[in-house]
């Protein structure tokens, strides 16, 4: 077992205690009995001072007795008086020097009638020299009853003084072995106080070795794990930092200094405090192994991820003396586990939910309506023709416009509900609704702004859409039959002409599966020649006649009968059949222009030209092949080309525009106006005709907005010298108000429907 430096100086401080406590309890009993020796000493002295007095008085009584005796002078007498009286005084003060003594009290009593009688004596000895002179005096005196009693009396004095002297010997004896003790306790006192300064100083030297040891023990370490990728961290039993490496620095953003005597929970984001770090050192005290993914906070507030690994550094003796924490910084890994867990509910072009995650949420709105009897509209929108705005401006410009639609979409939805990307160009939402009715104006305010035009690298984009939608419950339980069915309603709103919303009906089912048939059909309706040409007559407006035609084209099916170009032109240009279709109806009007031409004055024919076809690269190529191939004069020939290519890409569309007017045919503008481009864009175009939308002649006559919007058109095209057609002229009113207003040329069922080429040709006589 190993002691620590704590215990090591608080065992050493508690020796030195114990013996400073020793050391004072012997000093103080050792004063105290020398003082109570000292006070004992007093009285012996005297008391042996006094009975040497009594002595020497009594020897002065022996001899002034025996003077007396001899001389008879009266000078012996007074000092006889002096000792006899001092002698007395004596007397009583031992009695009360040894008045705790009662040997010494009992050997007064006797002494006192034997002094009595020595001086009684001394009476005798003076009253018989003056009665009967010297000689009786000295018999008297030879007789020895004096001496004898003088004896007695010295006697007791002497067994008293005896008995003092012995006191003073004891009390000596006393005294040396007192001082003895002092000496022995101050010797005690050094060794002990030494012992401790060399216990601490062999303590202090050898924690500075070891700490010297852990010193270069730990610059080896550092050296070697400095170079380490991982964080190594190494920490005192208690979670003390001890130790860090570059590493720790490097990724925390923490100095060295910042970080000693701290705990690891320094660099741990708020997921894991002090307590989580705390049980985790107990238990790695206790011997376990930690291991975990930890999220770090660096110093700057950026989180990281960490995988750690917290082992016990045990000695010897299998005691836990450190921690060591070794990390690897999984930042990466982890950002491409996230990235990765967004790519499967996330779009990243985006940044909106994808296709899982929609129909996730729209399971989890399904289940809360269930719940409270909720209802769902469940919305699927899609831009219209997207593939061709990627294939007019690239697919940087494609980008763009789906962000935006993105965008725009998540911001003009109600708060709360979330925009979903399905598919490439196809966008999904849910929301919640009282009444389907209150769905419309919703719709509509979604459709209006993605319709807004979208700038991208300078291209101006005016994209469509159209939108699908199913409600919950009557359209569908599930998910599953919630997109089915508004996708169904969608592929609908897109069959209508696009840039319009459709909801779900049961019977679209059917009609859907009819589209499917169709699209199935179309895909050999012109190898199996099931498409003519019609072709609708183009009217001088003042005269009425026939100065030529709009070929349109017509598909018969054996199953399904005949089948309007609304509905399968949008199908062969999404299929780019157009491309093959295209040529094969100019191809034909060729042959029909050639045919005629045989027989009667020739008449200008107008071929429609899809945005498709005028975007392919041998568009300019075909036509002109195609002229040639049937020797035909190119200026009757008449190609129309819907507005919307000028909104999109003026500076090609003039190229190609100019390359065919190069050809030699004519061009007109078709359903002008329902565009976005303004009446300036008609000054940059190469063209020949513009025709004036079939929506404004219906209001022709009856909104007198667009009466003057039709007559500026029409003004405007004259100082163009361009022609005006209008298109879809139905009423004799129509005919009039046009012809009130200059327009060039009518097309319309007031004159006439698009006829086979045999009726046509009646025309033509
Ligand atoms: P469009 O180019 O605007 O053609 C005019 C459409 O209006 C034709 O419909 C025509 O039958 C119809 N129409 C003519 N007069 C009237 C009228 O007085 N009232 C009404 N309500 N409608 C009238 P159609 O033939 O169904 O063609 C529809 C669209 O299909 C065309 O619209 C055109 O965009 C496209 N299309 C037709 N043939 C071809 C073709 O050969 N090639 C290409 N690319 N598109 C074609
Ligand atoms: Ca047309
Ligand atoms: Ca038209």
Not at 41 to 61: C, H
Not at 259 to 268: A, S, T, Y
Not at 314 to 334: E, F, L, M, T
Not at 611 to 628: G, N, P, T, Y
Request: include cysteine; aromatic fraction near 8%.
């Amino acid at each position: 077992m190993r002691y620590t430096v704590k215990q090591k100086i608080t065992a050493v401080t508690l020796l030195g205690l114990i013996v400073l406590a020793a050391g004072g309890m012997t000093s103080y009993r050792t004063v105290v009995s020398l003082l109570a020796a000292a006070e004992l000493r007093e009285p012996v002295y005297k008391t042996l001072a006094v009975l040497k007095d009594m002595r020497s008085q009594l020897m002065d009584i022996d001899t002034t007795e025996r003077g007396f005796a001899v001389t008879g002078k009266a000078a012996h007498i007074e000092q006889y008086a002096g000792a006899s009286e001092m002698i007395r005084r004596d007397m009583d003060a031992i009695r009360a020097l040894t008045a705790k003594n009662q040997l010494h009290q009992l050997r007064l009593d006797l002494l006192r009638p034997l002094i009595h009688q020595r001086l009684d004596f001394t009476e005798t000895v003076i009253d018989l020299r003056r009665g009967k002179g010297r000689k009786v005096a000295e018999q008297q005196i030879l007789k020895g009853e004096g001496i004898l009693l003088r004896d007695k009396v010295r006697s007791i004095l002497s067994d008293m003084e005896r008995e003092e002297k012995l006191k003073l010997a004891q009390w000596e004896r006393t005294m040396r072995i007192a001082g003895y003790n002092v000496w022995y306790a101050l010797a005690a006192f050094a060794i002990g106080t030494l012992a401790i300064v060399i216990i601490a100083l062999i303590i202090i030297l050898r924690e500075f070795v070891r700490f010297r040891r852990t010193e270069h023990m730990l610059q080896r370490l550092s050296f070697s794990l400095d170079n380490v990728k991982d964080l190594v961290a190494i920490i005192t039993p208690k979670g003390k930092i001890e130790y860090i490496n570059s590493a720790v620095e490097n990724t925390t953003g923490y100095t060295r200094q910042e970080l000693m005597g701290k705990g690891r929970e320094v660099w741990g984001s708020g997921q894991y405090g002090r307590r989580f770090f705390k049980q985790v050192w107990e238990n790695v005290r206790q011997g376990q192994l930690f291991q975990g993914e930890i999220e770090g906070e660096k110093k700057s507030g950026e989180l990281f991820h960490l995988n750690e690994v917290a082992a016990p550094l045990k000695d010897r003796k299998g005691n836990v003396k450190r921690i060591i924490c070794v990390a690897q910084d999984i930042s990466h890994q982890k950002n491409i586990e996230s990235r990765l867990d967004y790519l499967a509910a996330y779009d990243p072009l985006t940044d909106i939910p994808n296709r899982s995650l929609f129909i996730e949420k729209l399971q989890s709105e399904i289940a809360k309506a269930k719940q409270g009897n909720g209802t769902l509209g469940v919305f699927i929108t899609d831009l219209d023709r997207f593939k061709f705005i990627n294939d007019i401006y690239g697919f940087e410009v494609g980008d763009i416009v789906l962000k935006r639609t993105a965008e725009k979409l998540s911001a003009s939805l109600p708060k709360g509900y979330v925009a979903a990307r399905l598919g490439s160009d196809e966008f999904g939402f849910i929301t919640t609704f009282q009444q389907q009715a209150d769905l419309v104006p919703l719709v509509q305010r979604i459709m209006d702004i993605l319709t807004e035009t979208v700038n991208a690298n300078g291209e101006e984009v005016v994209p469509t859409v159209s939108m699908g939608i199913a409600l919950y419950p009557q359209d569908g339980e599930d998910a599953h039959a919630l997109i089915k069915n508004a996708d169904i309603a969608l592929s609908r709103a897109k069959a209508q002409g696009r840039n319009t919303h459709q909801f779900y009906a049961e019977d679209m089912n059917a009609n859907i599966s009819k589209l499917v048939i169709m699209e199935k059909h179309l895909f050999s309706a012109l190898k199996n020649q099931e498409y003519t040409v019609n072709y609708q007559p183009y009217c001088d407006l003042s005269t009425k006649k026939v100065v030529g035609s709009e070929a349109l084209i017509r598909w018969k099916n054996d199953k399904l009968g005949l089948i309007s170009p609304s509905m399968f032109i949008p199908i062969l240009e999404d299929t780019n059949k157009i491309i093959e279709v295209g040529e094969w109806t100019l191809k034909t009007v060729c042959r029909q222009l050639k045919e005629w031409g045989r027989s009667y004055a020739p008449v200008p024919i107008a071929v429609n030209l899809s945005m498709i076809q005028f975007r392919h690269a041998h568009l300019v190529d075909m036509v002109e092949s195609v002229i040639k191939e049937f020797d035909l004069n190119p200026k009757h020939l008449i190609l129309e080309i819907t507005e919307s290519i000028f909104t999109q890409d003026i500076s090609f569309a003039t190229s190609i525009l100019k390359k065919l007017k190069g050809i030699g045919v004519s061009l007109s503008v078709d359903d002008f106006g329902t565009g976005y481009s303004s009446l300036s864009y008609l000054k940059r175009l190469p063209v020949d005709n513009v025709k004036i939308d079939i929506s404004f002649i219906r209001e022709v006559t009856v909104d007198p907005d667009v009466t003057s919007l039709v007559t500026a058109i029409i003004s405007m095209a004259h100082s163009l010298r361009l022609r005006a057609i209008a298109e879809g002229v139905e009423t004799e009113e129509q005919w009039k108000v046009l012809r009130l207003l200059k327009c060039d040329i009518a097309q319309g069922y007031y004159f006439s429907p698009a006829l086979s080429a045999q009726e046509f040709e009646k025309h033509l006589r």
